[in-house]
């Protein structure tokens, strides 16, 4: 680790979050609540690889300001801290993977550090504005990113809401369709950077450790085509053989003939042709 680690608000929040879980062996669980935990999983993922990552990490496609917007705010909601925050620092990982200079390598600073360690301590609290000043031109960008936490309170707050209106319980929906969905949303992102430069199989070589892995892709929606997706980062797909699942560009397909997005990036069919595999 190359700062010292100091226990601060967000690893409090990081720690009570995973205490509350906890709570599900009190409330009512039944399959319309394990239903809004994976429907809540999902649609957040999707905003999380779609939005942070594709969109506002890579540019690999184009939408209006409202879409833009909507989309911030949701990927918000994840919980993973401010929209210019998590596009800058990502940016930076592209720049120097698994270099001392990477935020999260597991391959220079190990497992822990790169899947929470980096978000918890306060090494990571600021990003150099100059690294995402493309987005942070947009003043309604810039008061999400200053205001993460507020998303995800709307959010937990809507879903106790939803609880009591359809019958099922606030705190019953709290804990599964927020409380526990979040946790589970985390650790899946989070799997990404500490698991994809260790384990899976390489097509390109990348000049970093970046790997594919077909469980990794299956959790997070497409993300774990990473080696794929170091090779050629402002592609809207990742996973480029037709065996290579990515729902996330399956959606986006769908977002762009709906109007909602637009110029989806492909992957260069010579890099595909050039493949090993």
């Not at 998590?86 to 597991?106: I, Q, V």
């Not at 942070?136 to 507020?150: G, I, M, Q, S, V």
């Not at 959606?251 to 762009?256: D, P, R, T, Y």
């Not at 989806?264 to 595999?277: G, N």
Request: with cysteine.
């Amino acid at each position: 680790m190359r700062k010292p680690f100091k226990f601060k608000v967000v690893s409090v929040s990081f720690v009570l979050m995973h205490l509350a879980c906890v709570a599900a062996l009190w409330v009512a669980c039944s399959w319309k609540l394990l239903a809004l935990c994976a429907g809540m999983y999902l649609v957040r993922m999707f905003a999380v690889t779609a939005g942070y990552h594709r969109y506002f990490s890579h540019r690999a496609y184009r939408m209006g300001r409202v879409p833009q917007f909507l989309m911030a705010f949701l990927a918000q909601t994840s919980a993973q801290k401010g929209v210019l925050w998590w596009a800058a620092n990502h940016r930076d990982h592209h720049r120097h993977s698994d270099t001392p200079l990477d935020p999260h390598s597991p391959v220079t600073d190990g497992f822990w550090w790169s899947h929470v360690g980096w978000v918890l301590s306060d090494a990571y609290d600021a990003y150099d504005p100059k690294a995402i000043e493309d987005f942070a031109r947009f003043p309604e960008l810039r008061f999400l990113d200053t205001y993460h936490w507020l998303c995800p309170w709307l959010l937990g707050a809507a879903t106790f809401g939803f609880g009591l209106w359809a019958g099922l319980g606030g705190w019953a929906t709290l804990v599964w369709g927020f409380v526990i969905s979040t946790v589970l949303l985390w650790h899946g992102t989070f799997c990404i950077n500490s698991l994809t430069h260790v384990w899976g199989t390489r097509r390109f070589e990348t000049g970093d450790g970046s790997r594919n892995n077909f469980v990794l892709a299956l959790i997070t929606l497409g993300e774990g085509w990473h080696n794929n997706h170091h090779h050629y980062q402002a592609a809207s797909r990742a996973g480029i053989r037709w065996w290579e699942v990515d729902p996330t560009f399956y959606l986006l397909k769908v977002l762009s003939w709906l109007r909602v997005v637009r110029d989806l990036r492909p992957f260069p069919q010579a890099a595909t042709e050039a493949s090993r595999s």
